[in-house]
């Protein structure tokens, strides 16, 4: 095809007609989106010569993905919720903001008003055995000054990658937790040591990266929320060092500065003061906040969540 399709005046005309711009009411910025991705639609069909037969594909494909409920795998799973902290990134340093704890993605598997602690807790109720993980730190704001009463919100999976909620085989608010901050801005928890995520291995997620020669692993990882009155939200996550998966995560959520030092203990002393009988292992973990602002873009997410019950 010599002349691009897409370019000529009859559907230049379609695609105007096909956003409202045409029409008086309506929301102007929505058209101007709605006319470009109808428009690039249009382009991907020409310049790919994509068939009808390979255009339904597409719509059952896109349908088998609300169905199966993974719109909110595939996002980060093609690095959309990543680039989402990219622009978030450099509008704060734009507005001249620096430092702070790395922001990294939240992922689809949070869930709202997880058990409310103070000062420590532990996350693991299951009866699932795995290696003890010891994790704590200190909130503190600019110049590390301590942040009492911050509200540290921590999930992460079991030692099968799987999340309470969204596995049937954990009990409810297994491993998810809020820990409000002590005086002195510290936090604590004993939980296990995570494994790596994977997409449903039969799931449209896996589906679409297999085709492309990629795969759906993330490394163990534990997600968090910090909050406290007067400071930017923070969304990130710490990710375990020596997963196979730390540098190759399919969610594209490893950043420096997210990947904590995990100290080992076989002291046979030690192993008996934590009250255990086996090796465990620890990490220590700060988080600082930045001060809100009003010149700086807005910190929370609103983005719906799956419900507890
Ligand atoms: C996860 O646990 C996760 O954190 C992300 C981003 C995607 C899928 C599963
Ligand atoms: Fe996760």
């Not at 109720?125 to 993980?133: I, K, M, T, V």
Request: aromatic share 8%.
């Amino acid at each position: 095809m010599a002349e691009s399709l897409t370019d000529t005046k009859q559907v230049q005309e379609l695609l105007n007609r096909v956003a409202g711009l045409d029409q008086r009411g309506g929301d102007e910025r929505l058209k101007r989106i709605v006319h470009r991705v109808a428009t690039e639609m249009c382009r991907i069909i020409e310049e790919f010569d994509v068939t009808p037969t390979e255009f339904w594909t597409a719509v059952s494909y896109v349908t088998r993905l609300g169905q199966a409920n993974e719109v909110g795998l595939l996002v980060p799973g093609l690095g959309i919720e990543t680039f989402l902290d990219v622009v978030m990134d450099e509008k704060e340093r734009r507005a001249g903001l620096e430092g702070g704890t790395p922001r990294t993605i939240e992922g689809p598997l949070y869930i709202t008003d997880a058990p409310l602690a103070k000062g420590e807790a532990r996350l693991d109720q299951d009866p699932e055995r795995g290696e003890a993980l010891f994790v704590e730190g200190q909130v503190t704001g600019p110049g590390g000054k301590p942040v009492p009463g911050a509200i540290v919100d921590v999930w992460h999976a079991n030692t099968k990658g799987g999340y309470s909620f969204f596995d049937p085989s954990q009990s409810p608010w297994n491993l998810r937790r809020r820990i409000e901050t002590d005086a002195e801005g510290r936090y604590r928890f004993r939980t296990i040591m995570p494994s790596g995520y994977g997409c449903p291995p039969d799931g449209p997620t896996q589906h679409l990266l297999s085709a492309i020669g990629r795969h759906g692993q993330r490394p163990a990882h534990v997600h968090f929320f910090v909050e406290a009155p007067g400071f930017r939200k923070l969304t990130t996550q710490i990710n375990i060092a020596g997963d196979k998966y730390l540098h190759d995560d399919f969610a594209f959520a490893t950043r420096d500065g997210l990947i904590p030092e995990v100290e080992r203990h076989d002291d046979p002393a030690e192993i008996k003061a934590r009250g255990l009988n086996e090796p465990f292992a620890t990490i220590r973990f700060d988080f600082q906040l930045n001060r809100e602002a009003a010149s700086l873009p807005e910190a929370v997410v609103v983005r719906e969540h799956a419900k507890a019950a």
